[in-house]
Structure formats: structure tokens, C-alpha cells
């Protein structure tokens, strides 16, 4: 069974950092693009960031460019999300995503992601 478990959530200060991971499993992780989303109860999930098969290729949401980093380590099948600068706007349930094999897609919508994690809560308090 494909698997994407998030870690790293918490309550954090505005201004503090975050490091958010996602461990995959059951697919072979370094064809699979991956991204980050969030999503606050009643809204929409919306595209945080993604990250091409080699990590080459980055693309942020322009609300978290400059604040965000994006990462993955394939010998360890874990995508990260440094996340620094924390505004109370950036509280939410994370979502790690994983593209469909050979994709890489700057689309920002979850359409083009076929694997999805649980979530994680990131709360930041003013």
C-alpha cells in the first residue's frame, strides 16, 4: 500500500520556523514529482510547493516564495518542507502529494497528485 505519513507539525510563534517531512512508501519514490498543500476547514486545499523527481526543479505558491523551502532526500524516500518566517495566515492541515510517475506539473492544482498523506496540523499563534 502507498503510504506518505507527514511529521513535524506543531504550535509555533509567529516568526518561528517549522520543518514538515513526508516518508513515502509502497511506490518507488524518485519518479514521483512531490508537493506540499494546506487547507483550513471550509476552504479549498491550496498549492504550497513542488519539487521535480531529482530536486531540480522547484515552484512555490507566491504566498510562502522567499519563506518556503522545498527539499527531498530519494535514498531516505522523504520530501521536506522548510517553512521559516511563519505568519498566522500560514496555519493549516499540510498535506504531502505525490504526482503521477514521469509528471512534473507547475500546475498547482491537486488534480495532477494521485498519493496523498494524512496531513499535519501547523498552527501559528500571533
Known amino acids: 500500500q502507498v503510504q506518505l505519513v507527514e511529521s513535524g507539525g506543531g504550535l509555533v510563534q509567529a516568526g518561528g520556523s517549522l520543518r514538515l517531512s513526508c516518508a513515502a512508501s509502497?511506490?518507488?519514490?524518485?519518479?514521483?514529482?512531490m508537493g506540499w498543500f494546506r487547507q483550513v476547514p471550509g476552504k479549498e486545499r491550496d498549492f504550497v510547493a513542488a519539487i521535480s523527481q531529482s530536486g531540480s526543479n522547484t515552484y512555490f505558491a507566491d504566498s510562502v516564495k522567499g519563506r518556503f523551502t522545498i527539499s527531498r532526500d530519494n535514498a531516505k524516500n522523504t520530501v521536506y518542507l522548510q517553512m521559516n518566517s511563519l505568519k498566522p495566515e500560514d496555519t493549516a492541515v499540510y498535506y504531502c502529494?505525490?504526482?503521477?510517475?514521469?509528471?512534473?506539473?507547475?500546475?498547482?492544482?491537486?488534480?495532477?497528485?494521485?498519493?496523498w498523506g494524512q496531513g499535519t496540523q501547523v498552527t501559528v499563534s500571533s
Open positions: 509502497g511506490l518507488t519514490f524518485r519518479v514521483h514529482a
Open positions: 502529494a505525490a504526482q503521477r510517475p514521469f509528471s512534473w506539473s507547475t500546475s498547482s492544482t491537486p488534480r495532477d497528485y494521485i498519493y
